[in-house]
C-alpha cells in the first residue's frame, strides 16, 4: 500500500516563504503524476501545483511565479517551494500521486499539512 507523508507546513507572515515536501513509500512500479492541492475553509480542494510523467508543470493562476513545485521519480518525492505567500495562501495543502503500485492503478492522497499566513 503506497502512503504519503507530507512535512514543512506552518504559520508565516504575508511576503514570506515555506517548503512543503512529501514522500512517497510502498511499491511503486510508475509515478504518473504528482502534485500539490489545497483547501482552504469552506472553500473545495483545488489544484495547487502538479508534474506529470513527462515533466510537464502546471501551475494554478494564482500561485504562478511565486511557487516552484519540484519532483524526484528516484526517490519518490515531490517538494512546492512557496514564495511571496498572503493572506490566500492560507489553506490545508495535501501531496497527491498518481501511481502504478503493487495494488494497482491508484490515487494517494496525504494526510494534509496546514499553511497559516497572518500578520
Known amino acids: 500500500q503506497v502512503q504519503l507523508v507530507e512535512s514543512g507546513g506552518g504559520s508565516v507572515q504575508p511576503g514570506g516563504s515555506l517548503r512543503l515536501s512529501c514522500v512517497a513509500s510502498?511499491?511503486?512500479?510508475?509515478?504518473?503524476?504528482m502534485g500539490w492541492y489545497r483547501q482552504a475553509l469552506g472553500k473545495q480542494r483545488e489544484l495547487v501545483a502538479s508534474?506529470?510523467?513527462?515533466?510537464?508543470?502546471n501551475y494554478a493562476d494564482s500561485v504562478k511565479d511565486r511557487f516552484i513545485i519540484s519532483g524526484d521519480n528516484g526517490i519518490n518525492t515531490v517538494d512546492l517551494q512557496m514564495n511571496s505567500l498572503n493572506l490566500e495562501d492560507t489553506a490545508i495543502y495535501y501531496c497527491?500521486?498518481?501511481?502504478?503500485?503493487?495494488?494497482?492503478?491508484?490515487?494517494?492522497w496525504g494526510q494534509g499539512t496546514p499553511v497559516t499566513v497572518s500578520s
Open positions: 497527491h500521486f498518481l501511481v502504478q503500485s503493487s495494488d494497482g492503478y491508484r490515487q494517494v
Open positions: 510502498g511499491t511503486i512500479y510508475s509515478i504518473y503524476g
Open positions: 508534474i506529470q510523467s513527462g515533466g510537464f508543470k
